[in-house]
């Protein structure tokens, strides 16, 4: 008898947890649960769908049993969670078909971890900064027939300039390789409290897109058909190398000319590093003045002119090649409206700019391999790719 009430408690506490997701979800300014809400629904939606309709079942034959107005009230938590978290997902499905992607929702409901230690893989150290190797990792993908050279994908981690490593997305450049890209991700001197980074990580990717122009054919990659991609910081890194490697600004702390970039890709990237040092919010707040802090050494009062440099908006001009954002509409750390105002801005002085607003989602929602966030972003940047030349 104890151990039935004891999972009767636990189930009914996790129909609760769900009930409180999708509630932060359709309602993200509740602090904490606006945040945890889509963070557990964009990768575990499929889940919560299913273990709600099963507490429901579960909820309504006990009420036929006991006709206690408990029962009924957690199957009313139940039908909620259910309900609610469907309908998210389904408008998620509609966004993700709008924009040319389909969805398998087998995959999303198996979506995993992004560690895949299977993949081949040969590390070059490209450099060194304060004796420290910055490597990159080069994933091959199958000989071509002709020996033609395959479009090189270019990719730069996040982790807010100072955490994360360049095999953050293993199981991503698994399926880009398997569709013909030389994959290639690098690695940056990382901020910390005693290191600000803003004027050195930028110039060592300079270096290692310049490594990437000079070595990608023995990899047998075409490096005149480059494109970049990377999420958050490393968004905000590649849209910085990509606009000023295209107008002739970026400089290479090993020498040499960075090459120019057909298309670039950046995921809630940090347009506006001011801004997000500035975010009120009363939690994810203080994470975004410490990282942008760490990167730039101080406040934007301090060094207005580093965060300046730091931020894409800077760099814009007609050189920029073309450009896709995708943003979740409901991310904490990196406001959307920034990226809104970057692709005006952008549109304006000639880029073809794009994006695209996932809705009901969060800063993170496409790093679960397979989940219908991560298919949409994998979709989307593949025909992005395709449409610019970059089309294996």
Not at 36 to 49: K, N
Not at 275 to 304: C, W
Not at 324 to 332: A, G, K, N, R, T
Request: proline share 6%; net charge positive.
């Amino acid at each position: 008898m104890i151990n039935v009430r004891i999972m009767r408690a636990l189930g009914n506490v996790v129909l609760v947890c769900f009930a409180l997701a999708a509630t932060g979800t359709f309602i993200p300014d509740i602090p904490l649960l606006g945040e945890a809400g889509p963070s557990l629904i964009s990768p575990f939606g499929p889940w919560v769908i299913i273990l709600s309709v099963a507490g429901a079942v579960w909820q309504f034959r006990r009420w036929l049993t006991t006709r206690n107005n408990r029962t009924l009230a957690m199957l009313g938590v139940a039908a909620f969670a259910a309900i609610g978290t469907t309908g998210i997902l389904a408008t998620q499905i509609t966004v993700a078909r709008a924009n040319g992607a389909s969805i398998d929702l087998a995959q999303a409901l198996l979506a995993r971890s992004q560690a895949d230690a299977s993949l081949p893989v040969t590390t070059v150290i490209y450099g060194r900064h304060d004796g420290e190797p910055l490597p990159l990792d080069v994933y091959r993908p199958a000989a071509r027939r002709g020996g033609t050279l395959a479009p090189v994908l270019v990719y730069v981690h996040g982790g807010g300039w100072g955490a994360e490593n360049l095999k953050q997305r293993q199981a991503d450049y698994r399926w880009f390789v398997e569709r013909g890209y030389l994959v290639i991700s690098l690695e940056y001197t990382l901020s910390s409290d005693k290191r600000a980074t803003w004027n050195i990580a930028q110039p060592e990717l300079g270096c290692a897109m310049t490594w990437v122009a000079g070595n990608a054919k023995r990899f047998g990659g075409d490096p005149s058909r480059l494109g970049l991609w990377g999420e958050s910081a490393g968004g905000n890194l590649i849209l910085n190398l990509s606009y000023m490697a295209n107008r002739d600004t970026l400089k290479s702390s090993c020498g040499g000319t960075p090459p120019r970039i057909a298309a670039t890709i950046a995921l809630y990237p940090v347009v506006d590093v001011a801004r997000m040092h500035g975010n009120a919010d009363i939690i994810v707040g203080i994470f975004g003045r410490m990282m942008t802090e760490r990167y730039t050494g101080g406040s934007p009062a301090q060094f207005p002119d580093r965060y300046a440099y730091v931020s894409p908006q800077t760099h814009i001009s007609r050189a920029a090649p073309p450009s896709l954002l995708v943003v979740p509409d409901v991310d904490h750390l990196v406001a959307p409206a920034a990226a809104d105002i970057f692709v005006a801005k952008a549109r304006a002085s000639g880029v073809d700019a794009r994006l695209i607003r996932m809705p009901f989602a969060e800063h993170g929602f496409d790093l679960r391999s397979g989940s219908i966030g991560n298919q949409l972003v994998r979709q989307v940047t593949l025909h992005f790719l395709e449409d610019h030349g970059l089309k294996p």
